[in-house]
Nanobody, 124 residues
Framework: QVQLVESGGGLVQTGGSLRLSCAPSNSSHGGRFYAMGWFRQAPGKERELVARINWHSESTYPLDSVKGRFIISRGNAPNTIFLQMSSLQPEDTALYSC???????????????WGQGTQVTVSS
């Protein structure tokens, strides 16, 4: 069973930046994910897909509300991704989780492997 671990969350002021990281906690999944993504969920709101990346093509698909502020990228190590967040706003406050899937799907929000999340809090 693949487990993903996020890091890099914290408390930041409006306009600040954070860099989130996601990596497997073990090497049980020998191959690379087809795609990985970052989700976020704020209290009382539904979880939303912030950005996703296809591993081989490195094509990225950010949420409209974060375009120009958040950048998703992948690392050289298998199944490792990052989320560089800048110009953070209070509405970006949420639990951020990373996820991965092995095969393509017509549902871009479908992922099979998840981390437990890292909290991002933006103070006004």
């Amino acid at each position: 069973q693949v487990q993903l671990v996020e890091s890099g969350g914290g408390l930041v002021q409006t306009g600040g930046s954070l860099r989130l990281s996601c990596a497997p906690s073990n090497s049980s999944h020998g191959g690379r994910f087809y795609a990985m993504g970052w989700f976020r969920q704020a209290p009382g709101k539904e979880r939303e897909l912030v950005a996703r990346i296809n591993w081989h093509s490195e094509s990225t698909y950010p949420l409209d509300s974060v375009k120009g502020r958040f950048i998703i990228s992948r690392g050289n190590a298998p199944n490792t991704i990052f989320l560089q967040m800048s110009s953070l706003q209070p509405e970006d406050t949420a639990l951020y989780s990373c996820a991965g899937r092995v095969i393509p799907t017509t549902d871009p929000t479908r992922f099979d492997y998840w981390g437990q999340g890292t909290q991002v809090t933006v103070s006004s």
